[in-house]
C-alpha cells in the first residue's frame, strides 16, 4: 500500500531512544508573506513553511522540486515546468485562451508572477512559504486557494560569496553564484545568477534529437537594501528571467520519452520584474511601507498537436469523414493527412501598488490591547495574446485579444488580546474589479464588480507547549467570460464570481526539550459557483477542442494538514508533511463532445488527490559527511473534470550524500531513485484519425531516475 512507507519512517523516527534527545533552542521561524511578520507558531493559518537549510539539503533547483514536501499542494503539467498549481483541490490546470485569472497567487520577491510560476529556481533561496485556504484579507481575488510566496536572501552588511555547479544525466549543467556585502556602510547589495540546462528526458525518434524536450534557462537578481535614516528603510529587488524551453512531451502510444513529432513544441517565458518597499518606522503612532511592483512578460507556449508527423500519418490506413459541406464518401480508405500546431504567444505587463500603516505600540487603540492596519492596493494588468493553430497547412484557430484588468481595494485588520491568552485577529477587504476585452473575432466584454472577503481567528496559547487557533475566511475570485463560442454553447458566455468560506482549527506545539515542532489544521470549505474548466472536442473538427469556464453549483471539501520538524540529536534532524483530502462536487454536469450532459456530482475534484506525504532524514556529522534522504508520494488522482481518466499513485524516493567544509562542499545525488513512472497531466480525447477519432486517453509522465554531483564553495 501506498502509506506504508511513509508511516514505517515516522514510526521509526519516533521510537527512537531518548538519548538522543536534548535541550535545544528552537529556531525560531518566521512568516514573512503575511502583514505582521510573525512567528510559525503565533499566525494563525495553516501554513508550511520550507526554509533555506532544507532547500539545501534536498538539493532542489526548483520550486517544481519542492512541491511534493507540501501537504495538499499538487500541479498539473501541462508546461514545461508547473505553472499551474493546485492547493487543497482549488487551482487552474491548463494553459488558458483569454484572459488570466488565478486561483492560486505567486509571489516572487514581492513581484506577483501569478500563472507565470515557471520563473521559480531554488537558488540562493531564503524561505518558501504555502499558505493554504483563502487569504482574502491579504491578497485579495489572486489567492482564492492560498498563495505561494518566495522571499530570497537578502543583501548582507559584510561580504559573501558563493558558486555551485552540477552536471548529471540528461546532460544536466547548472551554475550558479552569488556576491553580496556593503556598497557604503548605509547600502547594500546581493546580487545571484543561475545558468540551467538540461535535455528534458525525450528522444525524438523521428528527428533524431534528445533535446526538443529540453530545460535552457537563466535567471538573474539584484537586490539592493538602503538604510536611508534610522527610521526608513528601502528593499529594491531587479528579477531577469530568460526561459527558453522545449515541449515535446506527449506520445500517441504512452511510451512517454520516445517522441515523433515533426514540430516540437516551445515554452518560452522572458520575464523582467522589479519591486520596491519602503518601510518608514518615524511615526509616533505607526509604521508606514509601500510596496510597488512592476513586471513584464513576453511568454510563448506551442505544440505539435498531431504528436506525431507526415510520414508517420500516411503510413497508416484512415476511413475519411463527409466534410462540412458534404464531400467525400466516409468508406474511402486513404492514407491520413494530420498534421497539427498550436501556438499561442503572449505579452503582459502588471503593475501593483499598496501603501498601508498599521501601529506600533504607541498606537495600540482599545486600552492598549489592540493593533490595527488599513491600506490601500491598486493594480493593472495588461495582456495581448496572439492564439494562431493550423490544420493540414491551413490556419484553423486564430484568435487575437486584449486583455485589461483593474483591481482597486482598501483593505484593514484588527488584532486583539483578550485577555487570559486570548488574541483575536479580524480583516476586512473590499476589491473593485474592471476589465476590458476584445479580440479579432468580434467579442468584446467589459465586466465590472465589487468583492469582498476576509478572516476572524481566535487563538489562544494554552500552555508553554501548546497553542490552538480556530479561523474563519472568505476568499473570492472574480467572474469572467468565454470567448468564440458555438452557438449550442451561448449561456457560458459569461460566468459569475466565485466564493469560498474556509472554517479551519489548527494546533501548534513546540516540544522544546525534544526538540521538536508540530502543526495541525483540520480544514472544511465550502465553495459556491466554483469555477470549473470545461473541454469538450469538436465532432465536426476533432483537432479542435472547445474550451470554457462554467459555474459548478457548488463543492464541499474537508481534510487535515501535518508537518512535523524533528531535531533527533545534533546531528540528525527528521521532518514530515502529511495532508488528506476529501474534496467533491455536490451538483455539477459537464458536456461531452456530442453535446449530452454528463451527471459527475458527488465525484472528486480534479487534481486533489486524497493522500499526500513526505518524510525526510538528514544526517550531518561533526566530522563533515553529510547524508539525506526523502520519501514523497500522493494518492491516485482524476487528471480533469471532463472525463474519468485517473493519474495513479506515487511514491518518489531523493537521496543524497556528500562531505562538508568549512568553505566547500560536494554532494551526489539521486532524484527518483526507484525510477517510477508517474503521471503529472492526462487527456482523454480523439487524436488518431484511423482510430476515426476514438477517445483514448494519453498521459504525460514526470521526470525518471537521475543521478548528478554538485559542487559548491563560499569565500
Known amino acids: 500500500m501506498f502509506k506504508s512507507p511513509l508511516v514505517i519512517a515516522i514510526s521509526a523516527a519516533l521510537y527512537q531512544p531518548l538519548a538522543f534527545s536534548f535541550e535545544n533552542e528552537l529556531e525560531h521561524i518566521t512568516v514573512t508573506s503575511d502583514f505582521r511578520q510573525q512567528s510559525l507558531a503565533e499566525v494563525p493559518v495553516s501554513v508550511a513553511v520550507i526554509d533555506q537549510q532544507q532547500i539545501i539539503d534536498e538539493g532542489s533547483q526548483h520550486f517544481e522540486e519542492v512541491i511534493n514536501k507540501v501537504a495538499n499542494l499538487n500541479f498539473s503539467g501541462g508546461t514545461s515546468r508547473p505553472k499551474y498549481f493546485q ?67 537578502a543583501p548582507t552588511e559584510t561580504y559573501e560569496h558563493g558558486i555551485q555547479t552540477t552536471f548529471g544525466d540528461d546532460d544536466l549543467q547548472t551554475y550558479n553564484g552569488y556576491s553580496s556585502g556593503p556598497i557604503t556602510d548605509k547600502l547594500f547589495y546581493r546580487v545571484v545568477f543561475e545558468q540551467h540546462k538540461q535535455n528534458g528526458y525525450r528522444d525524438n525518434q523521428y528527428l533524431g534529437r534528445d533535446d526538443t524536450n529540453g530545460i535552457d534557462e537563466f535567471t538573474g537578481k539584484l537586490k539592493l537594501r538602503y538604510l536611508a535614516s534610522d527610521n526608513l528603510t528601502l528593499d529594491f529587488t531587479y528579477l531577469h528571467a530568460d526561459l527558453d524551453n522545449g515541449f515535446d512531451a506527449w506520445t500517441l502510444d504512452n511510451n512517454g520519452f520516445d517522441t515523433l513529432s515533426d514540430q516540437p513544441g516551445v515554452d518560452d517565458q522572458q520575464s523582467d520584474g522589479v519591486s520596491l518597499k519602503g518601510s518608514y518606522t518615524g511615526f509616533e503612532q505607526f509604521e508606514l511601507v509601500s510596496i510597488t511592483s512592476m513586471s513584464d512578460t513576453d511568454h510563448r507556449h506551442a505544440y505539435d498537436g498531431d504528436w506525431a508527423n507526415p510520414e508517420y500519418w500516411q503510413s497508416r490506413s484512415c476511413v475519411d469523414y463527409y466534410d462540412e459541406n458534404g464531400n467525400g464518401e466516409s468508406d474511402d480508405i486513404i492514407g491520413c493527412t494530420y498534421d497539427y500546431l498550436w501556438d499561442k504567444q503572449a505579452e503582459r505587463t502588471n503593475y501593483s501598488q499598496e501603501i498601508r500603516l498599521s501601529s506600533n505600540d504607541a498606537g495600540r487603540i482599545f ?56 488574541q483575536l485577529s479580524a480583516g476586512l477587504r473590499l476589491e473593485h474589479r474592471s476589465t476590458d476585452y476584445d479580440d479579432s473575432q468580434g467579442d468584446e466584454f467589459s465586466p465590472s464588480e465589487t468583492m469582498w472577503g476576509g478572516h476572524l481567528a481566535l487563538s489562544k496559547q494554552l500552555n508553554d507547549v501548546h497553542g490552538a487557533y480556530a479561523r474563519i475566511a472568505k476568499g473570492y475570485k472574480a467572474g469572467g467570460f468565454n470567448m468564440g463560442l458555438p452557438a449550442e454553447l451561448s449561456r457560458y458566455k459569461e460566468f459569475d464570481t466565485e466564493t469560498l468560506l474556509n ?83 455536490d451538483d455539477y454536469a459537464y458536456l461531452d463532445k456530442y453535446g449530452s450532459e454528463v451527471d ?83 487527456f482523454y480525447f480523439g487524436n488518431e484519425p484511423d482510430l476515426d477519432w476514438a477517445n483514448k486517453k494519453y498521459v504525460r509522465y514526470g521526470a525518471p531516475r537521475q543521478l548528478g554531483i554538485t559542487a559548491s564553495y563560499e569565500f
Open 87 to 153: 492547493i487543497r483541490g482549488v487551482g487552474e490546470r491548463s494553459e488558458y485562451r483569454g484572459a488570466p485569472n488565478s486561483s492560486v497567487g505567486f509571489i516572487l520577491d514581492d513581484i506577483d508572477m501569478s500563472g507565470l510560476g515557471m520563473a521559480a529556481n531554488m537558488y540562493d533561496v531564503g524561505q518558501v512559504e504555502v499558505l493554504r485556504g483563502p487569504q482574502g484579507t491579504r491578497y485579495g481575488a489572486n489567492a482564492l486557494a492560498g498563495l505561494i510566496y518566495i522571499q530570497s536572501n
Open 600 to 682: 459527475i456530482s458527488d465525484r472528486e475534484l480534479a487534481h486533489a488527490p486524497e493522500y499526500t506525504y513526505s518524510a525526510a532524514l538528514t544526517y550531518r556529522a561533526d566530522n563533515g559527511w553529510f547524508g539525506h534522504v526523502s520519501f514523497s508520494g500522493k494518492s491516485d488522482f482524476y487528471y480533469s473534470d471532463s472525463h474519468d481518466e485517473k493519474a495513479s499513485g506515487s511514491n518518489l524516493v531523493n537521496a543524497r550524500i556528500g562531505y562538508e567544509a568549512d568553505q566547500w562542499a560536494v554532494y551526489l545525488w539521486a532524484r527518483n531513485l526507484t525510477d517510477e513512472k508517474y503521471g503529472t497531466r492526462g
Open 503 to 585: 472554517y479551519e482549527l489548527g494546533l501548534k506545539s513546540q516540544f522544546s526539550e525534544l526538540g521538536l515542532n508540530t502543526n495541525v489544521a483540520v480544514f472544511y470549505m465550502d465553495r459556491q459557483d466554483q469555477q470549473v474548466n470545461a473541454s469538450q472536442q469538436n465532432p465536426d473538427e476533432p483537432q479542435r477542442f472547445i474550451i470554457y469556464t462554467a459555474n459548478a453549483a457548488s463543492s464541499t471539501s474537508y481534510g487535515v494538514e501535518f508537518d512535523l520538524d524533528w531535531a533527533i540529536s545534533q546531528q540528525l534532524s527528521f521532518t514530515t508533511s502529511v495532508g488528506y483530502l476529501n474534496a467533491s462536487y
Open 367 to 422: 486600552n492598549d490591547s489592540t493593533h490595527w492596519l488599513a491600506g490601500v492596493y491598486f493594480s493593472k494588468l495588461d495582456e495581448e495574446n496572439d492564439l494562431d493553430s493550423s490544420y493540414n497547412g491551413w490556419p484553423d484557430e486564430v484568435l487575437d485579444s486584449e486583455y485589461e484588468a483593474e483591481n482597486t481595494a482598501i483593505f484593514g485588520q484588527l488584532d486583539s488580546e483578550l485577555g487570559q491568552g486570548y
